[in-house]
């Protein structure tokens, strides 16, 4: 069954155009933005979605919150991608988070620093959504990484809070976004912050805990191998003893993926 086009909302009035060709607002007349995103280095996030909108938005075009500017927060340090200055912003106050929550952009490279309330605040209204989903987890957005990004070299990025280096992880072990860590918070390259997102809203937590509960149960199989085998401690012919048994074991179950 063919399901109808998602409204798209005016930025200017907040008006749903149910047409996907339409081009301006069927209320004001206003433009209505293009599918994809907006530039990053001149954007406002939405506090109910967290989706980037062109600065000077009322509406966000993807869920018809109302938009509004929190500046002049005060901003932690250099933006760890490319060294310029981060500017202080906020996330407006909304009925779930009455206080709203900060956040720091990057004007020049379209960086977001998200300290950790904001990004377990975020994470959190993302899953929330997920919530009674039943799509199949192979349908979960992911990103495709370059063959080789995980084994070359890994350039770590210093904290633009406490200045100390980094962790590079791959966000829910299977996303493909690789963010930037730490006990501070987390910081987003132009464009990663959505696509986090995107995996989290479509099952993409569901499938990280499955990846785990898989890989624990590969363990207890290795675990349950090597306790059935015959232990001939200092019988250097028995072919799975001492050493030998570990090597076999290591060849079989470390080298593969169940």
Known sequence: MIQPARARYCPGCGGPNPDPRATACRFCDGALIAAGLPDPRRTIRCSACAAAMPSGSNFCADCGAGLSDLRDLAAPGPCPACSRSLAG??????????????????????????PNETRLALIADAAAQAQGLEANLRDVHRRVLPSGTLTGRV??????SCNTQM????FGGCS??????CRCGSFFDAGELEDVLAFVRSGGLRLTRQREVDELD????????????????????????????????????GRSRW
Do not use: I, M
């Open 176 to 181: 493909g976004v690789l963010v930037d860590e």
């Open 167 to 170: 962790n590079r992880k791959n």
């Open 218 to 253: 590969r363990r207890a199989r290795a675990a349950s191998f090597s306790a059935t085998q015959p232990q001939a401690a200092g019988d250097d012919s028995s072919l799975f003893g001492g050493g030998l048994l570990e090597a076999f074991l290591h060849f079989v179950f």
């Open 155 to 160: 350039v770590y990025r210093r904290c633009p």
């Open 89 to 114: 912003w906020g996330l407006a106050p909304t009925a779930a988070r009455p206080a709203g929550v900060p956040l720091a952009t990057c004007t020049a490279c379209g960086g977001v620093w998200l």
